[in-house]
């Protein structure tokens, strides 16, 4: 093992050393003499949360399948150790080699949610590399430090982090990186300069490099265009898409964490992409088409993952599991592998029907634990509104089935502040909330429940619009406004005949009105991430760090008004920041789409019918089974 980057007498006063130490299981080890590229892939985020993402254990399983490569991990450091490392100097290091991140050839940032925007800006800090891009070029063109990549779900709008990136890579990384690692080796072996490189990246598909692209505005502050600023790279950046996502980098060994994480189990990933097309979800545009992995290749790397880590759960993941074709194939085959060797399986996202049932009543054991539905809204205009494809009768009868399954705690989630909503539409959530209990009631004989009640948990986030959404164009509301409908909830639920058998919970509107700041701002906002991280801001999507009042400083000292991005309603014809992007989707369909929810007006999935959203181009998924576009 090589030597600890952390004296015994630091590791021995931070909680939970072993965050630190590197050497877990499966954990990948290299002669860096024998390599040409060395990559930190990093998380912004607590070693917790980052051990437990899909999407790091693939990039490192496939960057480390290359022989000339050696790819590193590295996460956020605590808030205990964050103090230590800068009394006393410590660069930031790679957990397998504990050797600095600033002597890399890449650092590779993973984006999955806008509130890890200062974390961002913490690990470029301590590991002593220049907070923006301009800044990290070496005396005479030289490379001076590691080349900042960003990748992931928040790239969708790199804007407001763009001056802390060299690069972007927009889309899935199953597809380019070799391309992109060839032309660093040729470039560093031709002696050609950072600038240089990144000027050949920016020609690459799928590459995005801010610093050769300018933006001008309008003078009521909208953006007027942004065009490259040299020949050759392209005005529009289309994502990269893996279609064949069975033959493909995945790993039969990922990393097996010495300390508990937040998903502490094998990870098998069964598709890509979503048929529902809910208004407001990100994900379930910029992940089009839907790509089913093979059964067979999924049923061979579950039985190799669980031998090679020891977990005792499988979790098969999906942004709706219940849509996978061969789900029943699969879950039958699991029982079979798991059932002896007592190991769970976990079915997240699944839609609540019969047949979502019938495959959780397989998989669950007797003590079973809760059901999660998603709503989303509380009345049925609403929900047709942000295109749930979900009736209050599908809720109900599910609600039947689950309860004379055996299940007796639900919990709901609903969204608060979404566009058209009335009070109306509010009172229906405790309304709804009050049916479901009353359904336990009606389907339970006394005798056989649990504890005498069901249990419900009513839990409501704040509505934040989200790039290549249909909603992107809509205004998002004011703290004062989240609130007041959080206590209007509170206060519909209160009323309820069935009260006591609910619980209520609400997120935080600050953050949720950051957070939507950050989700749709332009390149303005970067000042603002930085004051607030020089303010101390670091791990703002934990509540307990969450300093409002340093953000609000920041946005008062650079002069930015908060309600240009959140409550400021856009016009279908505006140039949005991201616009420069091609996700795969079309601007047309999200407008008609936009126009649709304005109606009231559903939408079918992409099985019953397609609705030409342009995600065809790239071949394969439902798409193409003998349905045309519109």
């Given amino acids: 093992m090589n030597k600890l980057a952390l004296k015994d007498e630091i590791l021995l006063k931070v909680e939970k050393p072993a965050r630190y130490i590197g050497n877990e299981v499966n954990a990948v080890v290299k002669d860096k003499g024998l390599v040409d590229i060395r990559i930190a892939m990093c998380f912004p985020d607590v070693y917790e949360i980052g051990m437990s993402h899909l999407g790091i254990q693939i990039l490192y399983d496939m960057f480390n399948r290359f022989e000339d ?42 984006i999955q949610y806008e509130m890890c925007y200062t974390n961002i800006l913490q ?93 001008e505005y309008k003078e009521d502050g909208t953006i007027e265009k942004m065009e490259p600023t040299e020949d050759g790279i392209p005005k529009t950046i289309q994502k990269e898409v893996e279609m064949d996502i069975s033959d493909t980098y995945y790993p039969k060994k990922p990393v097996v964490p010495f300390i508990k994480v937040t998903q502490d189990r094998v990870v098998l990933e069964i598709q890509r992409g979503c048929i529902r097309g809910c208004r407001f979800c990100q994900a379930g545009q910029i992940y089009r ?4 992995r093979d059964v067979g290749m999924l049923k061979e790397y579950a039985v190799e993952m669980l031998k090679n880590t020891g977990h005792e759960e499988i979790s098969l993941s999906s942004l709706s599991s219940s ?14 592998e798991c059932g002896e060797r007592k190991i ?87 309304a709804l909330a009050n049916k479901i209990a009353a359904v336990f009631y009606e389907t339970v004989p006394k005798e056989k ?25 809509s205004p998002m509301c004011t703290k004062e406004e989240f609130l007041e409908k959080a206590y209007m909830t509170r206060s519909a639920i209160k009323e309820q005949l069935n009260q006591k058998s609910i619980k209520y919970n609400w997120h935080e509107a600050d ?11 332009d390149r303005r906002i970067a000042g603002v991430i930085e004051s607030a991280y020089r303010k101390g801001c670091i791990y703002d999507a934990w509540s307990e760090y969450f300093h409002n009042d340093a953000w609000m400083e920041a946005f008062e000292e650079c002069g ?64 193409f089974e003998g349905r045309s576009g519109t």
């Avoid at 391309?179 to 990144?198: A, H, I, V």
């Avoid at 609600?399 to 009172?427: H, N, Q, S």
């Avoid at 953050?511 to 701002?521: C, F, K, T």
């Avoid at 991005?565 to 091609?582: G, H, K, M, N, V």
Wanted: aromatic share 12%.
């Fill in 344 to 430: 769970n399986i976990s079915l997240p996202s699944l839609r609540i029907d019969a047949f979502s049932l019938d495959v959780m009543g397989k998989v669950q054991d007797i003590k079973k634990s809760s059901l999660t539905f998603a709503p989303e809204a509380g009345s049925q205009r609403l929900r047709n509104v942000i295109n749930k494809g979900l009736t209050e009768e599908d809720i109900l009868k599910g609600a039947g089935l689950a309860f004379e399954g055996g299940w007796t705690r639900v919990k709901l989630y609903f969204m608060l502040g979404l566009p058209t909503e009335t009070e109306e539409d509010i009172k229906e959530i405790g």
């Fill in 560 to 623: 930015i008004d908060i309600g240009f991005y959140t409550t400021r309603e856009r016009s279908a014809e505006e140039t949005l920041p991201w616009d420069f992007l091609d996700c795969g989707v079309d601007k047309e369909f999200l407008k008609r789409e936009w126009e649709k929810a304005l109606e009231g007006t559903v939408s079918p999935n992409c099985r019953a019918r397609c609705q030409g959203c342009g995600a065809n181009r790239f071949g394969g998924g439902v798409c």
């Fill in 449 to 473: 429940r649990v504890n005498g009640k069901v249990q419900i948990v009513a839990s409501t986030s704040f509505f934040i619009p989200k790039p290549f959404t249909p909603f992107q164009w």
């Fill in 289 to 292: 088409p839907v790509r089913e």
């Fill in 69 to 110: 490569v050696w790819c590193e991990r590295v996460y956020s450091p605590w808030v205990d150790l964050d103090k230590v490392m800068r009394e006393e100097n410590i660069p930031l290091f790679a957990l397998e080699s504990q050797e600095p991140v600033k002597d890399m050839d890449f650092l590779a940032i993973t």
């Fill in 511 to 521: 953050i949720s009105v950051l957070e939507g700041v950050l989700a749709r701002g």
């Fill in 123 to 215: 690990i470029l800090d301590l590991s002593h590399i220049p907070l923006k891009a301009k800044d990290r070029e070496g005396q005479g063109g030289g490379w001076g430090y590691p080349v900042v990549i960003g990748g992931g779900p928040c790239v969708y709008n790199p804007e407001p982090i763009a001056e802390f990136f060299d690069l972007f890579y927009i889309g899935e990384g199953e597809t380019r990186y070799r391309e992109l690692l060839d032309l660093y080796k040729e470039c560093r072996r031709s002696g050609e300069s950072r600038k240089e490189f990144l000027r050949k990246a920016a020609k690459l598909p799928g590459m995005y490099v801010p610093m050769f692209y300018q933006v």
């Fill in 323 to 336: 849509d996978y074709s061969k789900l029943p194939e699969l879950v039958d085959f699991l029982i079979g």
